[in-house]
């Protein structure tokens, strides 16, 4: 059983698209996130939900809109997709709300390429 | 603002050899600190953390991490490679005060057979 599953692993898409990523945790966890690798492989927040309440909304383009239907589905969308939000994006989950000592499940990842 | 710093990008060690990854925080009060491992074309999972008590902090596949208060570092140790850990490893720190972890900028571990 995959704890933490992210659909599709791989969207490739054009500029000004729309296009979601949805994530799913069967882990019972309260808390969700997503975040941000660059290139570099640099990883970094963009966004967390704890019973699907927003706690964390770091400086992210409003053209990114997480919504939470239930605390197990954490789902990523984003609007006029420009190239720089090429990466890959990481869900991530965490048993309570305590992101500073919980330990983080991630899910496998989704690479997105903007053409 | 809190920082983490991985000086080196990338670390080649032979099979069997020994392994050192460095990591450094900055933070003049307590913190969080945690190493995760990124295998290719995977998520990270967590390797050790330190929140409190023992210095030496042991995780999972023979991995050590020694948190110095004085030298604000928490470096990761294993006596003997495998060519199984070859992946990236992500140092990571928070407070109490944060809601979030930082995570450091990655180090890309090679083992040579």
């Known amino acids: 059983d995959t704890a933490v599953s992210q659909t599709p692993k791989y969207l490739v898409t054009q500029m000004g698209n729309d296009k979601s990523i949805k994530c799913e945790q069967n882990?019972?966890?309260?808390?969700m996130y997503w975040y941000k690798q660059d290139s570099k492989k640099f990883l970094k927040i963009m966004f967390s939900y704890n019973n699907k309440e927003l706690i964390i909304n770091e400086t992210v383009p409003n053209r990114f809109s997480p919504k939470s239907p239930d605390k197990a589905h954490l789902n990523l969308h984003i609007n006029s997709l420009e190239l720089g939000d090429s990466a890959v994006y990481f869900c991530?989950?965490?048993?309570?709300?305590?992101?500073?000592?919980?330990?983080?499940?991630f899910g496998p990842g989704t690479r997105l390429t903007v053409l | 603002a809190q920082s983490v710093t991985q000086l080196d990008s990338q670390v080649p060690v032979f099979e069997e050899a020994p392994v050192e990854l460095r990591c450094n925080y900055s933070s003049s009060v307590s913190v969080y600190l945690f190493w995760y491992v990124q295998y290719p074309n995977q998520g990270l999972q967590l390797l050790l953390k330190y929140l409190s008590g023992s210095t030496l902090v042991k995780g999972i596949n023979g991995f050590e991490a020694e948190f110095n208060k004085s030298q604000t570092s928490f470096h990761l140790r294993k006596p003997s490679v495998h060519i199984s850990d070859t992946a990236e490893y992500f140092c990571?720190?928070?407070?109490?005060?944060?809601?979030?972890?930082?995570f450091g900028p990655g180090t890309s571990l090679s083992v040579i057979p």
């Open positions: 991530a989950s965490s048993q309570e709300g305590r992101p500073f000592t919980d330990t983080q499940y």
């Open positions: 990571a720190v928070s407070k109490a005060s944060y809601d979030k972890v930082i």
């Open positions: 882990l019972g966890h309260d808390t």
